[in-house]
Structure formats: structure tokens, C-alpha cells
């Protein structure tokens, strides 16, 4: 089955800089991968995804980027935040397993300090 | 307001003791899931739903049931809890299971002693 390993497990930066979050899937299959944030005591929420048809993909200060040959897919950060701060979880979509759902990396603590 | 609610929030129970996490959802979503969320091994999930009647494994279903008897309601059932069940429980759903947004609850954190 899909196996999605996530780099780093915490990254801190200070605020203006550049964050990056990576993320590599084993199951070439997948089609489908989306990221999400989850704030302190919060629930998780999608800030952003991207198709296997798409090689990358920006929304203001966010952007994500695949690379299908490779099997691995990036979040990129730009002029940090303080609210940046949370887990990211990134995750992986299998197109060939009935009803499973995604499959999520094991998360990134990004801290962001001004 | 479209939204995913849950209940209890928070429980603490003993072992053996049966209890259920209720989870509703009222934007009429076919897919529904169960997940678990453990420090250091991000979110898993435990059951899901693609339609009323009809639910499978996630990858950690061991010691849990589900039933989907309608849209809306998807409960999590621990018939005998125990301690390695203490966790933060996420219920999610989504329009379908493809290229769609999971909207998740606001949890359930699960003390079994």
C-alpha cells in the first residue's frame, strides 16, 4: 500500500524567511495530493493541493510543487508569518484502493518566530 | 453553518467500558471517516464510509466498529476500551473519496485508564 514519509519533523525559522516542507509517496498510482494545517488545539484543515496532472500549484504565499518522476511533493512557505505556525500534514491519495482515503505523513511542526 | 460535529470532546473512561464518539455532518457528504491522531505518527484512519450501509478498514481498525445507517451520522463504537486506545479522534467527510476536501471535526480526546 501508499507510504508517505515527511522531512522535517520540526522546522523552525524566523519570520520573513522561507519554509519547506518535503514529502516523498511510494505508490506511483496515487493521483492526488493535498496539505493541511492544523493549528494548536485546532482541527486539521486543507490549505492547499495539487493533482498528479499539475506540477505545481501557488496561492498567495503558498505553493506546492510535484514531482511524479521522482514521487515527491513539496510545500513551500514564503515571508513567513508568526500565524504560520502549526503542523503541517501532507498527504497522499491512492487511485487504486476502493474507499481508502488519504494517506498522511506524519507531520511538520513549523515554528516561526519574529 | 456547514460544518462536522462531535461528541463527547473529551472522555475519560476506565478499561471495558463501552462507549460511542457520535459524529454528524450536515453537508450531506457521501464519504465519512474515523482517525486517529498520536504524537510522532500523524493521522490514521480507523473506519470508513462511502455510503449509508456501507463501511470498511482504514489501517488501524483493531479494537473499533462503526455503522452508517444514515447520511448524516457516522459513530465510532469502542465495545471494550483500552488503554493503548487513548488518543485524539478526528471525524472527516468529504463529497466523495477523490479530489476532495476532507472537513474534519473538532475531535474527541480519549483518556482510557
Known amino acids: 500500500g501508499e507510504n508517505v514519509e515527511q522531512h522535517p519533523s520540526t522546522l523552525s525559522v524566523q519570520e520573513g524567511d522561507s519554509a519547506v516542507i518535503k514529502c516523498t509517496y511510494s505508490d506511483s498510482a496515487s493521483n492526488y495530493f493535498p496539505w493541511y494545517k492544523q493549528e494548536l488545539g485546532k482541527r486539521p484543515q486543507l490549505i492547499i493541493d495539487i493533482r498528479s496532472n499539475v506540477g505545481e500549484k501557488k496561492d498567495q504565499r503558498i505553493a506546492v510543487t510535484l514531482n511524479k518522476t521522482a514521487k515527491h511533493f513539496s510545500l513551500h512557505i514564503t515571508e513567513t508569518q508568526p500565524e504560520d505556525s502549526a503542523v503541517y500534514f501532507c498527504?497522499?491519495?491512492?487511485?487504486?484502493?476502493?474507499?481508502?482515503?488519504?494517506?498522511f505523513g506524519k507531520g511538520t511542526t513549523l515554528s516561526v518566530s519574529s | 453553518e456547514a460544518q462536522v460535529t462531535q461528541n463527547p470532546r473529551y472522555l475519560i473512561t476506565v478499561t471495558g467500558k463501552k462507549l460511542t464518539v457520535t459524529c454528524s455532518q450536515n453537508m450531506n457528504h457521501e464519504y465519512m471517516s474515523w482517525y486517529r491522531q498520536d504524537p510522532g505518527l500523524g493521522l490514521r484512519q480507523i473506519y470508513y464510509s462511502m455510503n449509508v450501509e456501507v463501511t470498511d478498514k482504514g489501517d488501524v481498525p483493531e479494537g473499533y466498529k462503526v455503522s452508517r445507517k444514515e447520511k448524516r451520522n457516522f459513530p465510532l463504537i469502542l465495545e471494550s476500551p483500552s488503554p493503548n486506545q487513548t488518543s485524539l479522534y478526528f471525524c472527516a467527510s468529504s463529497f466523495g473519496r477523490s479530489y476532495n476536501e476532507q472537513f474534519f471535526g473538532p475531535g474527541t480526546r480519549l483518556t482510557v485508564l
Open positions: 498527504a497522499a491519495l491512492p487511485s487504486d484502493q476502493a474507499g481508502t482515503a488519504l494517506i
